[in-house]
């Protein structure tokens, strides 16, 4: 299957830091990323539809002044997570389309687990 | 609106046993897709299966087969002779076609085959 890469796997910043989530696609052009995050034991909720060279459409709720989506290349879309706080503590998920073999499929990333102290 | 349902939230069974996830789905499309992943302890999403609504035609895979009925909206997941390595969380997720190719997922059920 595809593959979807992201980095770093893990992070650990101090509360008011910003830090920054890449996720790129190793073996195909991904015109459309999407961003999600998972709390500990629940389902992942989708945060934001990045598309390459326009800018990334967030879900209801989501801050997009908060968390920064850039998709500059058709391989890597990045997320910034601004002034992290403690409850931006979460599991953080890319994926990217392919309209290859298997037509309006998402491969996943492996996640980054971010804790904010 | 779209929605996905996986009432069971968690299953045990015993290796070698077969077990059936449940998935139900609710959308107004008459085009949509349906995927099942699965999310290990390391918490990757692994792609199974993805089925468009027009395709009723149940699916094997190895120990894996699908069981799509649109009468039910429902699309459930058996695994055969189960093994602990399919302990896992099991996401169904649901995609319509005129929807930015969205996915909206199940709650998930959580797998724990046990020797």
């Known amino acids: 299957g595809a593959v979807v890469s992201q980095h770093p796997s893990w992070v650990i910043c101090k509360s008011g830091t910003s830090v920054k989530i890449e996720c790129r696609s190793l073996d195909f052009q991904a015109t459309t990323m999407f961003w999600y995050r998972q709390f500990p034991k629940q389902s992942l909720m989708l945060m934001a539809t990045s598309n390459e060279g326009s800018k990334a459409t967030y879900e209801q709720g989501v801050e997009k002044d908060k968390f920064l989506i850039n998709h500059a290349s058709l391989t890597l879309s990045t997320l910034t997570v601004t002034s992290a706080h403690p409850e931006d503590s979460s599991f953080y998920i890319c994926s990217a389309l392919t309209s290859g073999r298997v037509k309006e499929t998402q491969y996943f990333g492996p996640g980054t687990r971010l804790l904010v102290l | ?115």
Request: hydrophobic fraction near 35%; aromatic fraction near 14%; charge should be negative.
């Open chain 2, 1 to 115: 609106a779209q929605k996905v349902t996986q009432a069971q939230t968690e299953i045990s069974v015993v290796e070698k046993e077969d077990v059936t996830l449940d998935c139900v789905y609710e959308t107004r499309d008459t085009t949509y897709y349906l995927f099942w992943y699965k999310q290990p302890p390391s918490g990757e999403l692994v792609f199974l299966i993805r089925r468009n609504s027009f395709d009723e035609q149940n699916e094997i895979s190895g120990r894996y087969s699908w069981n799509f009925q649109k009468s039910t909206s429902s699309f459930n997941f058996t695994i055969t002779a189960s093994q602990v390595v399919d302990s896992a969380v099991y996401f169904c997720a649901l995609i319509m076609t005129g929807g930015g190719n969205k996915l909206t997922f199940g709650t998930g059920t959580q797998l724990k085959v046990e020797l």
